[in-house]
């Protein structure tokens, strides 16, 4: 599900945060004065505030299978047999690479206003579900 700016969302999960707190106005060398704890249960809604993708960056396998599988598309039914065999095979070797980093191309995060005053910032879009 693709989120989008002004879209009512709720939280798909229930959620834990926890860390250190420094209370405001403090300097920051006093972090970790305090320890705290927040839950959030599911079924809390808000509102998208801003939606951030994220690309992975290519590896040399992904940026060769893309170099490889072009010249294969493009070119591969002027090519001898033997070549084009051997360009095949090559794609071939370099494809669990491209799957792989397809899966993991793309990320999104968003910040979500909740009704109850708490925003969550770059948070995956997964954690939330259409209102």
């Known amino acids: 599900m693709t989120l989008n700016v002004g879209q009512r969302v709720r939280l798909a999960a229930d959620l834990r945060l926890a860390g250190q707190v ?22 809390i809604e808000g509102t998208v505030e801003r939606v ?6 290519q590896s040399h396998e992904v940026r060769e ?3 490889l599988k072009s010249l294969l598309d493009d070119f591969g039914h002027q090519m001898p047999p033997a070549s084009r065999k051997q ?3 090559q794609v071939g070797a370099l494809e669990e690479q491209w799957v792989a980093y397809q899966r993991r191309m793309h990320r999104v995060t968003v910040r979500v206003r909740l009704d109850n005053g708490f925003v969550l910032d770059d948070a995956p879009e997964k954690a939330f579900a259409s209102a």
């Not at 420094?22 to 079924?43: D, N, Q, R």
């Not at 951030?52 to 960056?57: I, L, S």
């Open 22 to 43: 420094t209370p405001a106005g403090e300097p920051p060398e006093e972090t970790g004065a305090f320890a705290a704890s927040l839950a959030l249960v599911a079924g």
């Open 52 to 57: 951030d993708e994220h690309h992975r960056q």
């Open 65 to 67: 299978y893309l170099r």
């Open 87 to 89: 360009l095949e095979e």
